[in-house]
């Protein structure tokens, strides 16, 4: 059992005030109060422990058999000032937003080495690093898996819109397979001036939309110094935020498809940067 190998007591209520605390992570509410969020099962526990998130709390379900490379690692967060909660089985099942838990739950605190709130974005900030913006994107699991492309196809640097999913979701988190951790990641409030702000440091910013001057991706040239903007699931771009860029881009479909999913979007714009 988890409490005899950790030293620590067995919690077997549902009303204990830590726990109840830790659930009510699922809400933006109480996770911006708290500058807390959560990450379920092992990888994303492992992920956090590597890149150096700040854990505040490692909750075990007391049945669960952990592997000795996360044991000792919860040993090591443990020696760092995490507190390790061990929590009968049902518990655990109460905080876990997972179909099929592994065990392990992480609290961590909000990742400021990487991840800034602010109004803007200065294009120093971003410096020649490849970037991408998102405006409104409102879907965790898309947001996430954004993340995720974007580590993949290395793009370092993604601002997104105060309106967009909230990075520190569950959805978006998990959605991230532990990109989350690997990537800067700036949510701003004003997105017009932050294109006007990098556009100013002699970058295009272009926007993702259909119209009869658009350039054609995969025929006319885009740069990996060009930051693309992408935008809601169901009505694109704000009119005023494409009107704020350089250009305009679109990716040829066939006749019969009318849009791409944005996540899959995004790989497919972030695949062309990369070349």
Not at 6 to 26: A, E, R, Y
Not at 178 to 185: E, H, S, V, W
Not at 245 to 257: A, G, H, K, Q, S
Request: net charge neutral.
């Amino acid at each position: 059992m988890n409490n005899t190998i950790f030293n620590v007591p067995l919690i077997s209520g549902k009303n204990n005030p830590t726990i109840t605390d830790i659930t009510k992570l699922s809400a933006k509410k109480y996770r911006m109060q708290n500058k807390l969020f959560v990450c379920d099962g092992v990888k994303l526990f492992l992920e956090a422990v590597k890149y150096g998130a700040c854990i505040r709390y490692i909750v075990l379900d007391n049945n669960a058999e952990l592997s000795k490379e996360v044991a000792e690692c919860v040993r090591k967060c443990a020696n760092n000032g995490a507190k390790i909660l061990c929590v009968e089985s049902y518990v655990f099942e109460k905080i876990s937003s997972e179909n099929a838990p592994q065990g392990i739950i992480t609290v961590c605190e909000f990742y400021t080495e990487r991840h800034t709130f602010s109004a803007n974005v200065k294009n120093d900030e971003i410096c020649k690093k490849k970037a991408m913006i998102l405006e409104s994107v409102r879907d965790p699991g898309n947001i996430g898996a954004i993340f995720r492309n974007a580590v993949a196809l290395g793009i370092e640097k993604m601002i997104i819109s105060s309106d967009c999913a909230d990075i520190y979701s569950q959805k978006v988190v998990r959605a991230s397979m532990g990109a989350i951790f690997k990537l800067d990641i700036y949510v701003v409030d004003d997105l017009i001036e932050t294109v006007e702000n990098i556009k100013a440091g002699g970058r295009r910013v272009i926007a993702t939309a259909l119209n009869d001057k658009a350039l054609v991706l995969g025929k006319d040239r885009i740069s990996a110094d060009d930051v693309i903007i992408l935008g809601n699931e169901g009505h694109g771009m704000s009119q005023k935020l494409i009107d704020s860029c350089t250009d305009v881009l679109f990716i040829p479909m066939n006749e019969n498809t009318e849009s791409l999913n944005v996540a899959m979007a995004s790989a497919i714009i972030m695949w062309e940067i990369s070349k």
